[in-house]
């Protein structure tokens, strides 16, 4: 697998973005790449989306934000290309964002969160093998996962 990296999505690469495609089904999982750019437009002081990079193609995108009433950083939307699943992008992905969040752009948390439908069982367990576990909360049908940095 090549190296794995994160850029910004901007101007230069929001239609690769926009281009991405889930598989069968997984809608029910993730939202379509043009919400999720709009949602971190909305919330561009707190959020940065960011293509997945596989040497020079995007192959999947990811978005951090950070929530200033918490104080903790959310993962939202991470998705990979359906032609591109099964490749270890998205573990490589979520090691970067990682990365991205312990350098601290937005506050200084020690906490990570995500949210993940149990039945998105590929995802689910990828984010437990990370160290991510099970916080006690929920967010209408999917469970909060909660990662510690501190």
């Known amino acids: 697998m090549q190296n794995i990296y994160l850029k910004n999505i901007d101007e230069s690469n929001f239609i690769d973005c926009f281009n991405l495609r889930l598989g069968e089904g997984q809608d029910k999982f993730v939202s379509h790449p043009i919400r999720s750019l709009?949602?971190?437009?909305?919330?561009?002081?707190?959020?940065?989306?960011?293509?997945?990079?596989?040497?020079?193609?995007?192959?999947?995108?990811?978005?951090?934000?950070?929530?200033?009433?918490?104080?903790?950083?959310?993962?939202?939307?991470?998705?990979?290309?359906?032609?591109e699943q099964g490749k270890g992008y998205g573990k490589a992905a979520m090691k970067?964002?990682?990365?991205?969040?312990?350098?601290?752009?937005?506050?200084?948390?020690?906490?990570?969160?995500?949210?993940?439908?149990?039945?998105?069982?590929?995802?689910?367990?990828m984010y437990k093998a990370l160290g991510f576990s099970e916080s006690g909360r929920r967010d209408e049908d999917e469970v909060e996962l909660e990662l510690d940095i501190g």
Request: charged letters at 25%; glycine letters at 6%.
């Open 38 to 83: 709009a949602q971190a437009y909305v919330y561009r002081n707190q959020c940065t989306p960011f293509g997945i990079y596989s040497g020079d193609k995007m192959v999947g995108y990811v978005m951090v934000i950070y929530d200033y009433d918490e104080e903790t950083y959310n993962i939202w939307h991470m998705m990979i290309d359906e032609s």
């Open 96 to 125: 970067r964002a990682i990365e991205y969040i312990k350098e601290k752009p937005f506050g200084d948390p020690n906490r990570i969160l995500l949210t993940c439908k149990p039945e998105n069982k590929v995802a689910f367990d």
